[in-house]
C-alpha cells in the first residue's frame, strides 16, 4: 500500500520541483542535530543532566548518523535516501509533535478531558437516540431515507451539542494562544515541516525518482505499520532499560547529578551480606515454589482434562486466582497466616483436637507464626505465590493436553495402558514444550518475587523477621526510593536480570538439546 | 472520509476539553504574598495565571476527597489555579511516585514528605528554603509545634536549628494504646483509663493488665503492636533512651537508658500473653481478641468500625516518664517551582488552622498548629472519649521523628530494624546489641 499518487511538476534538468527543497531541509534536519549535540554536550545541566542526558546525546549521534545517510541517499537518489529520510521526518514528527503538546501543557490537560466528558456524559443519549433511529429506519418501509437523514443529523447535533458543552470554542482560542506561545510554535512548525516532506517521500511520485521497487515499497509499508509499536518499545522498553544500564555503572540518588563509579557498584554487590541473603532467599523460594507450581498443576490439568462432569466449572474455579489483584488476594492471605485470629491456625487447633478426639488423647496444636517466625516466613510466602500460580499453570497445560493427538491414547487404550502409563508415557512427553514454557515463565515470576512479602509483611518491614522474606526486588526497591541509592538499585536489577536470563538460557538450551523446543 | 471527519472531530473536542484544563507551562504569573496566617484569605493582589499542583498523601479515600475540596476551596480564595493530587495508585506508592517525578523534573510545585525526609530533600537542593517569603508574610514559627519546626528550621552548614524554613507541617499525631474496655472488664484487671486518671499508669500496671487479659485464655492476648521503628522506639524513649544522642550526630542504642527500654519490651514478649512480635496487631484487635494495641492516631478511623466498647490510653510512664513519639510530615516546596512565592503561600494556606480543623475534623490528624480552635475541633471527633489521650502525649514532651542531617535515616532505619527484631524476638542477646550496634550502624553516619 502507497498512499495516492500527487502530480509532479519537473523542472527542466528531470528533477521534481520538491527535490531541492528536500536536500535543503535535509541539510537543516542535519544542522539541526547536530546543534542539538553539541549543545547538549556543552550545556552540561542547562536542560537535562545525568542518564538522562547521555542518553539523549547517544540518540542525537545516531540521530546524525541517519541523517548523513539520508542526505547521501537523497542526492544519489537512490532507494536508501528516501528510506533514511522518511524515518527521519517521521521521528521529528512524532518527537517535535510531542514536545509542542508537552510545552502545550495538552498531557497534564488530560485528566480535564475525563471530567469534562464525564460532567456532560448525559448529551451522549441524542447520539445514541440518533444510532437507534437510524437503527429503525433499516425496518421502515417508504421513509427509509428520510429517517436516516434525521437519524444522522440528530446524531451530528448531538456531537455539536456535546463539543460545545465540553468547551470546544474557548478550548480551541485556548490551544490556539498556547500554539504560538514562545518556543511550542517552533516545535509546532518543525513537526508541520517533517509531516510535509514525510507525505511527500510517501508518494508514488518519490518513490518513482528514488528507484524503489515493489519489494522496498512493501517494505516501507511495514514497517510504518510496526513503526507505532517500535517507538512504544523504544520508549517505554528499550530505553529505560539502557538508561538503567547506564546508571547501574553511576553512583546517583536520582535527584542530583550521577557520578560514574564504573564497576564499583557490582563489586559491591558482592561483599553486602543484605544482597546476598536476598539471592539466597529467592534462591530457595525458586528451588521449592517453582516444582510445586509446575507438578501439581499437570497433575490437576490431568483430572480437569477427564470427562467428568463439572470440569468446565472447576477449570474456571482453579484459574480465579491467577486473575484475582495480587493486592487484595495477598491481604486476604494475610489475614489467614495471622497466628492468632488466622483461619490457617484454627483449623490446624481444629484438625489436631478432631484426632486427638478419635484416639482419645489430648495434643498441643501448633500454631505457627507464619509471618513473624524467620525459620518458617518464607514458607508462608512459597504457599501464597504456589496458591496464584497454580491455576494459571494447569490452564496452560490444559490447553497442551488439548492439543496431544488422541489416536495416541486410542492406541494405548488397546494396548491396555491404564491412566497412570498414559500419563507417563504419553502426556507428559508430549507436553514437554509447554512444560519448558510453563517452568521457564513461573521462574522469571518467582525470581521477581515482590508483592507478596512487601504485602505480607506490612506495617513491619518487608524484609521479614530477620530478612527471611528479603527478595533481591525489595531489595532494590529498599534502595531506590527509601535509601536514594539508584545507581545501586540499577546493579541490584541487572544482578537479577543476568540470574533470571541465565538461568533461562541454561533452561532453554538445555531443552533445545533435547530437541524439545523444535518439537 | 466521515470517519476521519469524525476523528478530526473528536481530537478537537479533547484538544479543547483539555486546554479548558491545566496549564502547567504557566510561568508568568505575578503574584505578591499575603499572609496567610491562623486562616486562609486572598493575596493582596495578583492570583491571575498562577498554576500550582500540590501532592499530599492521604490516609483513606475519605481524607483523599476532603483534600481535593480543600484544593478547591483554597483555588476560589488564593486565586489560584490549583491541582491536588493524591500521589499514590494501584501502581506505585506515593515515595514512588514523588521520586520518580523528582527524578523526571515533573513534581508538583508543593508536595508533602515525611519529617524523617527533610534532610535527605535539603540537602540535594530538591527543596525550597522557604525563609524569605515567610518573613514578608509575618509566619511566625511558634505557631507550631517546636519538635518539628526544630527540624524544619535546621541549617544544612550546622545540622542544627537556625533561620533555614524547609517548609511547615501538615499535621502531627503521637502514640496511645487502643483499649478493648470489653475484654478488660471481662478479665476483672484494672481499667487503664482509670489507673491514667489516678496516676499509677506505668509500666508495672501496664504489664499487669496485659497478664490479666491473657489469661483469659484460647486466642486472646494483652498487647500488640507493629514491628517498625515507631513501636520500639516509644519503649525506649520511655526509659529514657533514644535512637541518636541529643544532637542527633551519633548511635545512642548502645546507652543504658536504649537498652532498660528494649529489655523491657523483650520481657514483655518473651511470654505468650501479646501477639507474636512482627504479626499484624491490628487486625487480631479490630475482631476483639487484643486487651490493648499500641498505634498513632492515624489508626483511628479503621478502630471506629469495631463493635465493642474502645477508647484511648496514654502510653505507660518508664522511668523516665510518659515518653512518646511526636511524628509529623511537612508540606515543602519543590525547588524548581515556577513560582515561588505562590507556592509559598499555598504551603501557608494548606497549614492554616481552619484549614487544618477541616482535616482533623476526619479524626486521623491532630493539627500542627499550637491552635486551640484546631485542637477543639479536633477534640470533638469521637470516638474515642478521650481523645486527650493523644494531646497528652504531645504535652509530655515527645521524641521528635526526625532526620538525620548527619547521615542517613534511611540506611540506619533498614540496619536497626532487623536488629532489633531479632533482640525481642529473643535470637540475639542484648548485652552482644549493646556492645556491638553502635558499629553495627556506624555506615548510616558516614563510618
Known sequence: ?519 | MKKKLILLFAVLALIAAACGGDDDSSDDGATTTAAPATTTEAPASGGDDVALRWMTRPDNPEEAAVYGEISDQLAASLGYDLTYEPGSNEGAGYQQTLLTNLSAGTAPDVFWIPGTEIADFAKRDVILDLRQFADATGHNDADFYEGPMAQLTTEIATGQPGNALWGLPRDVSTFGLYVNLDLIAEAGVANPLELEAAGEWDIAAFNEVVDGVAALGGEIKGYGQSAWWGPYGAWMNNAGGGFFTDDRTACALDSDASIAGLTALRDLYSGDAVIPYGEDPETPFRAGTVGMFQNGRWATPGIRTVDFNWDVVGLPSGSAGPGNWLFWGAYVVNANTADPEAAWNLVAALTAADIQAQISGLGANIPSRVSQDALDAFLTFTPPANNQAFLDGLANDPTTEGPLWAGSWPEFVTLMDSEIQAVVTGSRDIADFQANICSETSAAFGG
Open chain 1, 1 to 519: 500500500m502507497t498512499a495516492a499518487s500527487v502530480s509532479s511538476v519537473s523542472t527542466n534538468s528531470g528533477e521534481p520541483r520538491w527535490f531541492l527543497p528536500l536536500v535543503v531541509w535535509r541539510v537543516f534536519t542535519a544542522v539541526l542535530l547536530a546543534a542539538a549535540l553539541v549543545a547538549t554536550v556543552i550545556q552540561r545541566g542547562i536542560v537535562v543532566d545525568g542518564p538522562v542526558r547521555l542518553t539523549l546525546i547517544l540518540a542525537l549521534i545516531g540521530g546524525l548518523i541517519g541523517a548523513g545517510i539520508a542526505i547521501r541517499g537523497t542526492l544519489q537518489r537512490v532507494h536508501l535516501g528516501r528510506l533514511s529520510g522518511f524515518a527521519i521526518d517521521f521521528l521529528l514528527v512524532v518527537i517535535l509533535g510531542f514536545i509542542a503538546l508537552n510545552r502545550m501543557g495538552m498531557f497534564t490537560g488530560l485528566d480535564a478531558v475525563g471530567e469534562a466528558f464525564n460532567g456532560n456524559a448525559a448529551l451522549l443519549l441524542i447520539i445514541v437516540v440518533g444510532w437507534f433511529v437510524s437503527g429503525f429506519a433499516e425496518r421502515a418501509g417508504g421513509n427509509q431515507r428520510n429517517i436516516k437523514l434525521i437519524a444522522r443529523w440528530t446524531m451530528i447535533a448531538g456531537a455539536a451539542i456535546l463539543a460545545v458543552a465540553m468547551g470546544i470554542f474557548p478550548g480551541l482560542i485556548e490551544f490556539a494562544s498556547r500554539l504560538v506561545r514562545g518556543e511550542v510554535v517552533l516545535f509546532a512548525i518543525g513537526a508541520a515541516v517533517s509531516a510535509v516532506f514525510a507525505r511527500l517521500l510517501w508518494t508514488d511520485d518519490a518513490a518513482r525518482f528514488f528507484g524503489t521497487n515493489q519489494a522496498q515499497s512493501e517494505a516501507m509499508d511495514g514497517m510504518l505499520f510496526v513503526a507505532p509499536n517500535v517507538l512504544g518499545f523504544l520508549a517505554f522498553f528499550a530505553g529505560p532499560l539502557i538508561v538503567s544500564a547506564f546508571i547501574s555503572f553511576t553512583e546517583w540518588d536520582g535527584l542530583t547529578d550521577a557520578t560514574f563509579v564504573g564497576f564499583q557498584n557490582y563489586i559491591d554487590l558482592f561483599s553486602d551480606s543484605l544482597f546476598l541473603k536476598s539471592l539466597r532467599n529467592i534462591l530457595v523460594f525458586g528451588v521449592v515454589a517453582i516444582p510445586l507450581a509446575v507438578v501439581p498443576a499437570l497433575l490437576l490439568a490431568a483430572l480437569l482434562n477427564s470427562k467428568l462432569p463439572g470440569m468446565k466449572f472447576f477449570r474456571a474455579v482453579y484459574f480465579l486466582p491467577s486473575i484475582a489483584g495480587v493486592v487484595g488476594v495477598t491481604l486476604i492471605w494475610k489475614q489467614l497466616f495471622n497466628s492468632t485470629v488466622g483461619y490457617l491456625n484454627y483449623m490446624i487447633l481444629r484438625v489436631t483436637e478432631w484426632f486427638g478426639a478419635i484416639f482419645g488423647a489430648t495434643w498441643e496444636a501448633p500454631q505457627p507464626q507464619w509471618i513473624s517466625d524467620d525459620s518458617i516466613a518464607l514458607i508462608a510466602v512459597i504457599i501464597l505465590f504456589i496458591w496464584q500460580q497454580i491455576g494459571f499453570n494447569t490452564v496452560l497445560f490444559l490447553a497442551g493436553m488439548q492439543g496431544i493427538d488422541g489416536t495416541l491414547y486410542e492406541a494405548a487404550d488397546i494396548d491396555g495402558a491404564g491412566p497412570w502409563a498414559k500419563l507417563r508415557n504419553i502426556t507428559v512427553p508430549m507436553l514437554r514444550p509447554t512444560t519448558v514454557f510453563v517452568v521457564a515463565t513461573t521462574t522469571i515470576l518467582g525470581l521477581q518475587l515482590f508483592n507478596e512479602p512487601f504485602i505480607l509483611q506490612s506495617p513491619s518491614p518487608p524484609s521479614g523477621p530477620n530478612n527471611s522474606t528479603l527478595t533481591p526486588v525489595i531489595y532494590l526497591y529498599q534502595n531506590a526510593f527509601s535509601e536514594f541509592q539508584i545507581g545501586y538499585a540499577s546493579a541490584v536489577a541487572w544482578a537479577l536480570f543476568v540470574l533470571i536470563f541465565g538461568i533461562t538460557l541454561l533452561y532453554f538450551r538445555r531443552s533445545g538439546e533435547d530437541g524439545v523446543l523444535s518439537s
